[in-house]
């Protein structure tokens, strides 16, 4: 049986570049079609949780800071540096005391000296922001499955075991 090849709005900006330049064992082409489709991914995800927050006072960057926080476990509770948190949103620390100063306002984190290090504080989710989450969580459920809903669970662990090992070597350079 013939299997009709798969295409998408990628492949015709990947047919552009490699007219454009050579590119012997197509690895160019294989990586520029595997970044420009998680962006595209991650901005559709991001598209469609602004949907959602429409009309909800929590904005996509605020939403995104108590659900890391929430994912964020020290010491069994949901609560984490504000450094570790920026590096988890993929934002600057500046711009991360910037989302947690508005989060503090609100009644929705708290920040606490770090009784293990004088230097830092401490941010933790607010039975009020615990709440936020939940409320944009539990309206949020299920669109991300379905942004995914082509693709089998045994695809979907197929593609977790690629992007971790690029994120490990990602990772592993970025520490050495």
Known sequence: MH????TDSTDAHL????????DDDGRDRETEGVL???VRLKNESD????????????????????HVLVGGQTKG?????????????GVSRAGMTGRLDKLERSGLVT????????RSVIVEI????????????NRWSGEDVRMLE??????LRELNALLRKAFHTIESRRDS
């Not at 552009?16 to 050579?22: C, K, L, P, Y």
């Not at 949780?49 to 939403?63: F, G, K, M, T």
């Not at 082509?150 to 695809?155: D, I, N, R, T, Y």
């Open 47 to 66: 598209r469609r949780l602004r949907e959602v927050l429409q009309n909800d006072p929590l904005s996509l960057d605020e939403y995104m800071t108590l």
């Open 36 to 38: 420009n489709r998680v």
């Open 77 to 89: 509770r949901p609560r984490s540096t504000p450094a570790q948190l920026a590096d988890l949103a």
């Open 126 to 137: 607010t039975a009020k922001g615990r709440e936020a989450w939940e409320r944009i969580a």
């Open 3 to 6: 299997q009709e090849r798969i």
């Open 150 to 155: 082509g693709l089998s669970v045994e695809e």
């Open 15 to 22: 047919d552009v570049w490699s007219a454009m330049f050579s």
């Open 111 to 118: 920040r606490t000296p770090d009784t293990d290090d004088r």
